[in-house]
Structures are given as C-alpha cells and as structure tokens.
C-alpha cells in the first residue's frame, strides 16, 4: 500500500514496481489460466502474477512427475506400447501428481475469475494509483511500452528471457531456472548441435522424461511474453489516460 498521503484512501491496487520489476492484475480468460496449469501446474499462476504459488506448483509437479514417471507412461502410451508404460508407470507418486494437477487447474481458474473482479473494483475507484518507475542501489525499473514479437522472440532463444525484457524480472528468473534444469537433463543442446551439424543421433541419448517437459515450458515462455508485453503497454496507456483526466480536472 502506498505511504503518501494522496493514495491512502485507495483500497485497491493495479500495479507495483521495485527492484524485482513489475507485476500487476489484468483481466484474463479463466479458461486459459485453466489450460495452461493443465499443460504444466504452476504456468497458470505465473500468468497471472502469483509467483510464489507458480513456483512451488511447478517445482512439486516436475518433482512427482519424475517420481511417478509419467512422461515416459505418456510416451509410450502414444507410440501404442500399453505394456511398457504401465511398466514405467509409478502409482504411488502417480497419484500426488493427479491431485496436484487437479488443484492448479481449479485454482488458477478461480484466482482468474477472482482477478478479473479485482480489476473491475479497481478501476471503479475515484483515485487510482500507478508507478512510473522505481530506482535503488539493486536495480532500476520502470514503466514503458514494449514490443510483443521481439519479447516473443527473446523467450524463443532462451525461455524466460522474454519476461525479463517485459521487466518480470521473478518470473524470468523462475522460468530460466527450470528451462536450464530441463535442457541439461534431456541433453536438448546437445542434440540441437548434432542435427545442425548433420552428425547421427542416437535416441538412446534422449532422456524423454525430461525432454517431454521442454515443448511445455517454451511454448509458455514465448506465449506468456508476447502477451506480458501487450498488458504492459495497456497499462502504460492506462497510466497516461489517468494522469491526463486528472490533471485536466
């Protein structure tokens, strides 16, 4: 909550910015905070603006995931070989994983719908506040339009990056952490230089239960930047509205 006597009647708040960078609320579809905790628990929650949940979501599924080896279940569930992923298959971390999964979909499809009532509240305020930037000796941040593609883009080359860009410097760091972890294991630079330089690829090498994760992840680096991007520059142009009709009235 603001400290200056001009927003201490504000009940609610849209943005905050500090050394960490920024992080706000927007208005989002339910559904596909819903469809991207489905894809991977946690991504939901990071779209949104909730971290802490995010990452401990995240960290819990990869783990039990691993335990339970369903990403292999799943592999082989598609190639036809019923009987190699039950197999694989462990029920007994099999279902931590199901309720864990079952629980970031219900819930990032609440914080949405429970989000998008703090926006209408919100914006209903007679006074509003906002933040332009924020300096101290760790880090400078601020408040400034940017461009979609090449946050997209950013996040395409190394997931995370894009979010960075966009000034989400915790998410970045959330999601470049795992992105890290998941190509080491897998080994997907190693195989990217092999196919680039022409030379054979055993798929013995492949470590599909981490390789799996990394279609997720990426897909949901470049998709949540371009649209962090594009909810910044709404709030840029939000900020500058308001401050325009107060100064006018």
Known sequence: MPKTKEYTDIRYIKMHMDALGINYIHRSQPWTAAWWSAALPGFGHLYLGCYLKGLVLITGEIFINIKARINLAILYTFIGNFEKANHVFNDRWGLFYAAIWVFSIYDAYTLAVKTNQLCELEEAQKTRYFTRSRVCPIGISFLAQRNPVLAAFFSFVLGGMGQI?????????????????????????????????????????????????????????????????????????EEQRYEISKNIS
């Open 165 to 237: 860009y966009n000034s989400q410097y915790v998410k970045g760091f959330i999601l470049i952490f795992w992105v890290f972890i998941i190509n080491y294991y897998s080994q997907f630079n190693h195989l990217l230089v092999k196919t680039l330089t022409g030379k054979e690829i055993f798929l013995q090498q492949v470590d599909w239960q981490w390789l799996l994760f990394y279609p997720s992840i990426i897909g949901f680096c470049i998709w949540d930047s371009y649209v962090g991007a594009v909810e910044i520059n709404r709030l840029f142009i």
